[in-house]
């Protein structure tokens, strides 16, 4: 949500928003997923694929779970950071990258670089604003705002007409920890609204 309000409230709100959780996606997979392959690059691929900087190219590229990005790609994020260029897989030359990059992690970067587990200079690279966001049970305020925006959302996605949380299960929602922060608030509307018959 902070990373799309960024990009909705930039120069950039007219380009793409393309979000990747980097932790999601296999290592084998990854470096095809980012900057894209050519034809016969490896085994499966079939077609010329076009990666997420080019997906995000004129507006925002936003990299969730960042620090799980393993090193050898960390090298190339620094090239693309530094250059404003990458190549795609299989590729011999370089393709331009105008993209912003917006990285979120729910580790601590700073120390996962002095420990050697994040790249230093990709740190540094990164590391021009940093917005530090409170859990969710720290700010419990929130939660009221993030329920009536996902109920939104859902509506428009499932096609229902839910207007609202009993005040009975907000009190419990208010007063839970939600260890898995946003996300896990998301889902467990998400399936209060799918199991929900009124």
């Not at 090193?71 to 993209?99: C, I, N, Y």
Request: net charge neutral; charged share 30%; glycine share 8%.
């Amino acid at each position: 949500l902070v990373a799309r309000s960024i990009h909705t409230r930039s120069p950039r709100a007219r380009g793409p928003f393309v979000a990747v959780n980097c932790g999601a996606i296999p290592e084998s997979l990854i470096e095809s997923e980012l900057f894209g392959h050519k034809k016969g690059a490896f085994t499966d691929a079939v077609a010329d694929k076009r990666g997420l900087f080019e997906e995000a190219e004129g507006g925002t590229l936003f990299l969730d779970e960042i620090a799980d990005l393993p090193m050898p790609l960390q090298v190339k994020l620094l090239r693309v950071l530094q250059d404003s260029s990458f190549r795609r897989l299989g590729e011999t030359h370089d393709r331009k990258a105008d993209v912003r990059i917006v990285g979120a992690s729910a580790r601590d970067l700073g120390k996962q670089a002095q420990e050697g587990r994040f790249r230093e200079d990709l740190y540094f690279r990164l590391h021009v604003l940093t917005l530090f966001i409170p859990p969710l049970r720290q700010r419990r305020e929130d939660i009221p705002l993030l329920i009536d925006h996902f109920i939104r959302r859902f509506n428009e996605r499932m096609g229902t007409q839910i207007t609202g949380v009993e005040p009975s299960a907000m009190k419990l929602l208010m007063e839970f920890g939600w260890p898995g922060n946003v996300r896990e608030l998301e889902h467990a509307i998400e399936r209060a609204m799918v199991l929900s018959e009124g």
